[in-house]
Structure formats: C-alpha cells, structure tokens
C-alpha cells in the first residue's frame, strides 16, 4: 500500500496520508515524498492550491513513527533519528512559507508530528471530532515541528499550559489556541473539496465555516496565567500544588507522568519563540534538544515506556520537578555548531 498518495486533482495538488491503521503516522519516506510534491507543485501554474488530508477515520496524522529510532538508539546508532528530524523540520519550514495556500483538513487526532504537517498551512479546518495535541513531554521530547512556535503564540500562557501537559485541544480549544482557523462539519468536506479542486479558490474554506464550539481554554485563561506565568518548572509545578480549580487539577494529573527534563526546556524555547518572526529559529531550538535527545535525554526510556514495554512507568533520569538544573537545561538547548540545521530550497 502506498503510504502517501500524491496526485493532481484539478486545480489542486492533493496529498492524502495513507497509514490507517498505523493513524497515518510519519514515516520517513513520507516525509521526503511530501516535500518532493510541495517542489514539483510550487512553480506549476496549473496547481492553485494544496489539499492534505488523511485516510481513515480516526486520525489526520497521530506523529511520527518513532518505532525505528528506538530501535537505532538501542544499537548506540544516534544518526537516524538526527537525519530524521533534519528533513522533517527542513518539511515544517517548507510548509510554513510556502507560496500557495495549503488546506488541511484536520479530523481525528492530530499530534506530535501530524501538527508540523497540518497546523503550519495557511487555512486549517477542525471538525466535532478533532483532538489536537503537542504530547512531547510524555516520550522525553520538547513540543518540536515549529510547534514551539504556535505555542509560544497562544494566547496568554496557553502555551506553556499545553507544552507542559501535553492536553488534547477540541475544535474550540484548537482555534482558540491558534492550532486550526476554521470550525467545518465533516459531512461537509467532501463537497468543500471537490469545489477546491473545481475552482482553485481558498475563498471556499472561509465560506463554508460555521461557528466554532465554545473554547474551554478560553474560560481557564485566568487560571493558565496564574499558574504557567512562573519563571521556572519548580515555581509551576508547585504552585499547581498549592492551587484550586480545573486548571491545577488537570495539569497535575497530565505533567506527573511527563519528563522533568523535557518540561524545564519546554518552557525555554516556548519563551524564547516569542519575539520570532518566522519558523526558523523555532527550529533551531527544538532540533538543539532532539539532536541530543536519543543520547543525553529520555527519550529512549520514554518510548520504551509508551510503545515498547507499554507500562506507561518511564524512568526518568530526574524524579522531581526540583531536580533539574539550569544548568542541565543550557547544555540540552546550547548551540550545534557544525551540526546545527542548515536551511536549504529543496530536497
């Protein structure tokens, strides 16, 4: 079966993600496919816009396939999950700027690496049962596809909130949270589609929206930014602990389980994405972090403990939010040097 069907259809290039089973997650020929097609299509004048959708019905994309980077890891091979992310956040960027509209059409789950896919277009539909979410934290990783950077740009510290927990954002919660533009019934895509493809006009996605649900995150913003404005993981998690409400109840309960390590630099480069411009440096930061990630992190415990073992009882290396240090921060997030991303046009 291929994994990523690539086609004209119309006026639009039309990529569909085809790992039903597997919730179209990523792999890394995908990766290399999608952006061959973003290439081929970019200057084609017969091709107005880009649809990218996914097979089945219960995921858009549920991330990347991190199965082969457990694998490599475990042989003390660090270089594949490096190329990995390389030419999947060289992807990001290509679909941050790209020159023509793209529409996804985000239903079911959307995580990890399905949001550096689906949530840098330029018009993002959500539907009643999409489930958003930048889970990260929970493996030993940082928020990393440039979501740093639509975190970082969420309302108040939305941002922090949903890097550090990892929460799953509804329709509402993901346009409020900047993650998707518009709120479309899914019996309603294939007809909103086939006219895409007729006309070649994105106009169709903004007159097809209706009302989008009410945003919880929007009736916990007071909470969020009482609790996620402190300086440090420390300052966060206790004043979660001290705090009443929806918001302390709900953070607890999801950040207890996530990689101390992987939070205290969450809130780094969440912070940090705040005065960019473009996706880029976001990049840069988060790519600092999973280069090193395999080899100095968790992450390899964090998948072992998710899909491997399946236990769910990851071992960190730090046992409390108080046991990380600045220190240990600064050298996951400092500069590459030579090995620091390098931007490029085309595969």
């Known amino acids: 079966m291929t994994e990523v069907i690539i086609r004209q259809s119309g006026h639009a290039g039309h990529i569909t993600l085809n790992r039903p089973k597997a919730l179209n997650a990523l792999t890394w020929d995908m990766l290399l496919a999608i952006e061959q097609a973003l290439d081929s299509w970019r200057d084609n004048n017969a091709i107005a816009l880009i649809i990218v959708d996914g097979a089945g019905d219960r995921a858009f994309c549920s991330g990347g396939d991190i199965a082969e980077m457990y694998a490599s890891g475990q042989r003390g091979d660090y270089d594949y999950g490096r ?103 899914q019996e309603n895509w294939a007809d909103l589609k086939a006219e895409l493809m007729a ?78 411009d473009g996706i880029e440096h976001a990049l840069d930061r988060e790519f600092r972090f999973t280069y090193r990630c395999v080899a100095q992190g968790d992450f390899i415990e964090g998948i072992r403990a998710a899909i491997i073992d399946r236990d769910r009882a990851p071992k960190w290396q730090h046992q409390s939010w108080d046991c990380v240090q600045d220190t240990q921060v600064a050298q996951m997030t400092s500069n590459l040097g030579k090995d620091a991303l390098e931007w490029k046009d085309t595969t």
Request: net charge negative; hydrophobic share 40%.
């Open 199 to 276: 006309d070649g006009a994105a106009k169709a996605v903004t007159d097809a929206r209706t009302t989008e649900p009410t945003a919880r995150l929007a009736a916990w913003q007071d909470e969020i930014d009482l609790s996620f404005g402190a300086d440090r993981l420390t300052d966060i998690g206790h004043g979660l602990e001290k705090a009443t409400g929806p918001v302390s109840a709900q953070a607890l309960k999801l950040m207890r389980r996530n990689a101390p390590l992987a939070m205290a630099t969450a809130i780094q480069i969440i912070r940090a994405a705040r005065t960019d």
């Open 83 to 185: 190329r990995f992310w390389r030419d999947e956040y060289q992807l990001n960027a290509k679909l941050f700027n790209y020159p023509k509209p793209i529409v996804t059409f985000l239903h079911g789950f959307t995580m990890g690496g399905g949001v550096g896919v689906g949530c840098h277009a330029s018009h993002r539909i959500v539907c009643t049962d999409s489930q958003i979410a930048m889970p990260e934290c929970t493996i030993g990783l940082v928020p990393d596809v440039g979501g740093s950077l639509i975190l970082a740009r969420a309302p108040g510290h939305c941002g922090e909130y949903l890097g550090l927990t990892g929460d799953r954002m509804d329709a509402g919660d993901a346009i409020y949270a900047g993650f998707a533009d518009h709120f479309i019934p």
